[in-house]
């Protein structure tokens, strides 16, 4: 029998690396990054616009290859958007095949649901601050499993103040596995949302991006 069929399938591919998890109840473990190419989200913070465009045409096959030739068995999709590309989702199935856990980074705009269950969706909704809160797309709380997480990232005490809410408002604690308040690198001080998050005892995991300390903030391929 040969290969399945969507291991032919295209992606394009801005960059795959093996580093340290910088993000989520993942962070410190070594893992596989698979970045897709492509974004129309535009958040006034990201700190991955050589993603937007460009990238290498790989195929399903080639990029789990790829993922299989380093050493860690943890891989993350990411981007850009990842969902953007329609292939994502057969792309997760192959690497699930091939014996790897899989995380998805994914802004709250796209239907998580096209994903496979078995893959950890971790799902960064957009703060006001932003520019782009009016993407997100509410429905993909019911999509959210006892495996997931979910991410605000916070530049201001507007921001804050909004995810609050929202948690409260859709029990988001409740839901998944964990829910991630992660200061705008350079925006806000990680010591006063960590002050914030204490003060107000809420049900949420503080988090900084540490390969940013680890490594120059803007450096590619970390």
């Known amino acids: 029998m040969g290969a399945p069929s969507w291991m ?34 535009r958040c006034s913070y990201c700190d991955t616009p050589y993603a937007y465009d460009g990238g290498e045409i790989m195929t399903v096959g080639e990029v789990v290859a790829r993922c299989r030739a380093g050493a860690p068995r943890l891989v993350e999709i990411t981007g850009g958007e990842p969902l953007e590309q329609e292939h994502c989702p057969a792309l997760a199935q192959a690497l699930l095949d091939s014996g790897f856990t899989v995380l998805c980074e994914t802004s709250g705009t796209q239907p998580i649901a096209r994903l496979p269950e078995a893959v950890i969706k971790i799902v960064d909704f957009k703060c006001p601050g932003s520019g782009v809160e009016h993407r ?39 839901r998944c596995h964990a829910v991630l308040f992660a200061p705008v690198f350079g925006r806000i001080a990680p010591r006063t949302l960590a002050e914030w998050i204490v003060k107000d005892g809420l049900p949420v995991r503080f988090q900084i991006q540490i390969h940013k300390y680890v490594w120059p903030p803007d450096q590619r391929g970390v």
């Not at 295209?10 to 974004?39: H, K």
């Not at 201001?156 to 809410?165: G, I, K, L, P, T």
């Open 8 to 41: 032919d399938k295209p992606l394009r591919v801005t960059e795959i690396f093996v580093s340290i998890q910088g993000e989520s109840t993942w962070a410190g473990a070594p893992c596989v990054f698979v970045r897709l190419t492509g974004c129309g989200v």
């Open 136 to 174: 997100n797309d509410w429905s993909n709380v019911d999509a959210l499993t006892a495996r997931d997480e979910v991410k605000f990232v916070i530049g201001d005490r507007v921001d804050y103040e909004w995810s609050c809410a929202n948690v409260h408002a859709y029990n988001l604690d409740q």
